[in-house]
């Protein structure tokens, strides 16, 4: 990773009132991630998914948020690689999945009118292929009682071409377990969706990056158009991340996308926040609950 994302790490590891030109060592953020991860400092946030066919809230992606007392809210760019190298991914991303499927529960328990939301968390391919995976994520949801079919896994496009037959095995016991399949970050890698008819996926996800192309160039949305097509097809349903602009959100609807993901409509709210979302979901027309933000 960038030198970018390990100044962001030893900014905001470092005390407040510590002095420009001041470093962290690696042990002592190494050592600061190992006592979050104890005090269950690392929870989800939650990113509204919108219908663009009417635009109510249909759920939520599940993203991780490091909360530092004292030191603010870290995303997961500037930390997920440090629990990587030192082989805390799937800790973290239980952490992750557990406060997610403990908010969802807790958001049908207090609307028993039984909002139509769902969550939908990331996981690495590393932790997917790590011995337990299924077990782990299938107890996680069974203890917090996650209405059946409300809980999705992420999982990027690239990194199951790694090692697709294991990765096929894994995903359909996944969705044995009654969990939906999202091929998250599409279009970043090569791969045709014929080669993914193979995989359970439930949902792909057009990366932002290239929902951002489409608005410059024909070709791009003339290959989206086809994706879409196929995608549909093969039963799955469309989701455009990065929606940034009223522009965008236009353009993806057009394109034939089902829902839509992105700052236009909301950044990744707060648990708090998101409860407010679900309960103003519920009575009509999605609303930003906040004014868009970048978080
Ligand atoms: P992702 O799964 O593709 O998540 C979407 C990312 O795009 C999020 O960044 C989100 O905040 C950001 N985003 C949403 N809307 C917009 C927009 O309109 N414009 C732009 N420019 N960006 C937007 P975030 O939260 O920083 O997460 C980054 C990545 O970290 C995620 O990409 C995902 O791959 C990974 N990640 C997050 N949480 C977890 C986790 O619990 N476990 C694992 N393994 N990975 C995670
Ligand atoms: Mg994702
Ligand atoms: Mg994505
Ligand atoms: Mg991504």
């Not at 160039?217 to 929606?243: C, F, H, P, Q, Y």
């Amino acid at each position: 990773l960038g030198q970018r994302k390990r100044d962001g790490v030893t900014a905001l590891l470092l005390p407040a009132g510590t002095g420009p030109g001041t470093t962290l060592s690696t042990l002592d953020a190494e050592a600061a991630l190992t006592a979050g991860l104890e005090a269950h400092e690392i929870i989800a946030h939650y990113q509204p998914i919108i219908a663009l066919d009417g635009e109510y809230l249909a759920g939520f992606e599940a993203l991780a948020r490091w909360h530092r007392p004292g030191l603010g809210v870290m995303g997961p760019d500037d930390f997920l690689f440090l629990a990587d190298r030192m082989g805390l991914m799937g800790q973290v991303g239980d952490q992750v999945r557990g406060s997610a499927a403990h908010n969802l529960a807790r958001w049908f328990s207090d609307a028993p009118a039984a909002p139509d939301i769902y969550v939908s968390a990331n996981a690495s391919v590393g932790e997917l292929f790590s011995a337990g995976f299924v077990e782990t994520l299938a107890a996680t949801l069974e203890s917090a009682r996650v209405p059946r079919g409300r809980y999705r896994l992420e999982i990027t496009e690239t990194e199951i071409m790694r090692d697709p037959d294991r990765a096929a095995e894994l995903l359909h016991a996944v969705k044995a377990s009654g969990v939906k399949l999202v091929l998250d970050d599409f279009g970043t890698g090569y791969s045709s969706l014929s080669r993914l008819d193979r995989f359970p996926f439930d949902v792909i996800k057009i990366d932002q990056y290239f929902v951002r192309s489409m608005l410059a160039d024909a070709s791009a949305r003339a290959i989206t158009a086809s994706v879409v097509k196929l995608a549909r097809n093969l039963g799955m349903t469309i989701i455009a991340e990065g929606v940034e602009t009223a522009e965008m959100a236009d353009l993806v609807a057009e394109m034939g996308c089902d829902f839509a993901q992105g700052f236009h409509y909301a950044g990744a709210l707060d648990p708090q926040a998101a409860g407010l979302a679900v309960r103003q979901g519920l009575s009509g027309r999605f609303a930003p609950p906040r004014p868009v933000r970048r978080s």
